[in-house]
């Protein structure tokens, strides 16, 4: 199954390229009174389990400008895996990705793990984690479109996230220079290699874009600024296209917000761009976050709200 594509997409698009109009009224709408720190991302709820009408109404008002809402519960160190699981639900998100290394939920218990397999995987370590998107080397078929993370116990130190809004690096990029989004709309822009496991292929080859429209008309974006085990086109405007990006995610744009998930807390999101620093387990606290990846975006928040 391939990617969709710009032109082949009904309804019509505000990402499509050859969009100018459509775009301009979408961007307008996107930027007027979109959050200016991460604090107006803030939702205070009582139980993720059993959000209140005004809790729910306050996330999804959140999701549908910034495809992104924090939350603050009184859940604490609770780890019922339920807390993100209900409320993912409760936003339309209910096929997760199952993925190799995840719980028997479904859910991804991030840990620093000393033995087994997860050892050799970076989010099972202390390290940083550069910006991407999650499950960027997903086939066609099994894209991730919403992700949450919700944190039982924080590190002793570090474990901060910085995250930005996929559509706002597609406008960022669009209005530096249009011709960057066809460039990384190519189908074979972003190649992963196959993982191997005793020799045999575990997970094959996966070639696509990095920008691609869905089609309800909605921006993805599978992307990782790794340069290990990634294979990038060396076409020029590509090259280019991925240089500017590269600059956006390194500099000091107000559209980047940072912060740290403490217990009870979590992030909600439309698989938006994050990273994460480095931190160190110690008797102040042991990190451990529940990871949610699902195959659905999240209901009531996409471009059908800017038409």
């Not at 050859?18 to 604090?39: C, F, G, M, T, V």
């Not at 019922?80 to 699981?85: A, K, M, N």
């Not at 920008?211 to 086109?233: A, C, E, K, Q």
């Not at 405007?237 to 979590?266: C, K, N, V, W």
């Amino acid at each position: 199954m391939p990617y969709p594509t710009a032109r082949t997409n009904q309804p019509e698009s505000p990402f499509d390229p050859d969009n100018e109009q459509q775009y301009q009224a979408w961007r307008k709408q996107k930027l007027d009174h979109y959050p200016q720190s991460i604090e107006e991302l803030v939702v205070e709820v009582k139980d993720p389990r059993n959000l209140s009408r005004a809790e729910f109404e306050a996330i999804l008002q959140r999701l549908q400008k910034a495809n992104m809402a924090i939350y603050i519960s009184a859940t604490g160190s609770d780890p019922d895996p339920e807390i993100p699981l209900a409320l993912g639900r409760r936003f339309g998100a209910r096929r997760l990705n199952h993925n190799w290394l995840s719980d028997d939920t479904g859910l991804t218990s991030l840990k620093v793990a000393t033995d087994g397999v997860r050892k050799h995987y970076i989010p099972y370590s202390n390290r940083p984690i550069k910006w991407h998107t999650d499950g960027y080397y997903n086939r066609p078929d099994e894209q991730i479109h919403s992700l949450l993370l919700h944190c039982v116990q924080s590190a002793g130190s570090g474990g901060e996230n910085a995250l930005l809004d996929h559509e706002i690096a597609y406008l960022l990029l669009r209005d530096r220079n249009p011709d960057y989004i066809p460039a990384l709309m190519g189908s074979e822009v972003m190649t992963i290699p196959p993982r191997m496991s005793q020799d045999k292929i575990a997970r094959r080859e996966e070639r696509g874009p990095v920008f691609s429209i869905l089609p309800d008309g909605n921006l993805h974006m599978r992307y990782t600024i790794r340069t290990r085990h990634v294979i990038w086109s060396d076409d020029p405007g590509t090259q280019a296209a991925l240089q500017a990006l590269g600059e956006i995610l390194h500099g000091d744009s107000p559209f980047i917000f940072r912060g740290r998930l403490e217990p009870g807390m979590g992030l909600i999101s439309n698989n938006i761009l994050h990273d994460r620093t480095g931190f160190s387990d110690n008797q102040q606290g042991v990190r451990h976050l529940y990871r949610a990846r699902y195959y659905d975006r999240l209901a009531h928040t996409g471009v059908e709200l800017y038409t």
